[in-house]
T-cell receptor, first 118, second 110 residues
Framework: SAVISQKPSRDICQRGTSLTIQCQVDSQVTMMFWYRQQPGQSLTLIATANQGSEATYESGFVIDKFPISRPNLTFSTLTVSNMSPEDSSIYLC???????????????FGPGTRLTVT | KQEVTQIPAALSVPEGENLVLNCSFTDSAIYNLQWFRQDPGKGLTSLLLIQSSQREQTSGRLNASLDKSSGRSTLYIAASQPGDSATYLCAPYSGYALNFGKGTSLLVTP
């Protein structure tokens, strides 16, 4: 398993500003993911962050708006840039653990960052 | 693209009832499927993982089944308790990332 922490747990920000969310995991992992959960909706994958390479963004998400860093195998950051009220969401990071045998992929999630943009 | 549907969208039951949550997915080529629980405004807690070769998996009062060929999974909760109130999400894994449905919002009343 993996224990994941996120900072901040919540924030209220003004439109036009940026917020950087930190994700820390207690073990070294290759794959880390960032998701967004808009109010009343399910989770949408923003990007995959692998250490040593550029993040891979899903359709509808761009690096200028959501820059991601992955400096080592236990840490990642997601920045929400030039925020608008539509960015109000819960942002979650997750990690993938490949079980022994290499055929089972289990994901663990952080507690989330609740962002409100006014 | 994997589409995941969960039925019912919401469920309210009295304490003690056994209940079944349903999940269907369109692409049966999955490695495994996870069931998660999400409390309001919080992150996801992994409840069970079923490998594609398995038919079911049990943890305490929870039992999850998988019929990969038909693209269906069910989560059975025995003797429900108020503390089980949460949103339950199923997420099949097809080799790239998890795909989520909208979940089933469960309320267990005392």
């Amino acid at each position: 398993s993996a224990v994941i922490s996120q900072k901040p747990s919540r924030d209220i920000c003004q439109r036009g500003t940026s917020l950087t969310i930190q994700c820390q995991v207690d073990s070294q992992v290759t794959m880390m993911f960032w998701y967004r959960q808009q109010p009343g909706q399910s989770l949408t994958l923003i990007a995959t962050a692998n250490q040593g390479s550029e993040a891979t963004y899903e359709s509808g998400f761009v690096i200028d708006k959501f820059p991601i860093s992955r400096p080592n195998l236990t840490f990642s950051t997601l920045t929400v840039s030039n925020m608008s009220p539509e960015d109000s969401s819960i942002y979650l990071c997750s990690v993938e653990i490949v079980r022994v045998g290499g055929r089972t992929y289990e994901q663990y999630f952080g507690p989330g960052t609740r962002l409100t943009v006014t | 693209k994997q589409e995941v549907t969960q039925i019912p969208a919401a469920l309210s039951v009295p304490e003690g009832e056994n209940l079944v949550l349903n999940c269907s997915f369109t692409d049966s080529a999955i490695y495994n499927l996870q069931w998660f629980r999400q409390d309001p405004g919080k992150g996801l807690t992994s409840l069970l993982l079923i490998q594609s070769s398995q038919r079911e998996q049990t943890s305490g009062r929870l039992n999850a089944s998988l019929d990969k060929s038909s693209g269906r999974s069910t989560l059975y909760i025995a003797a429900s308790q108020p503390g089980d109130s949460a949103t339950y999400l199923c997420a099949p894994y097809s080799g790239y990332a998890l795909n989520f449905g909208k979940g089933t919002s469960l309320l267990v009343t005392p």
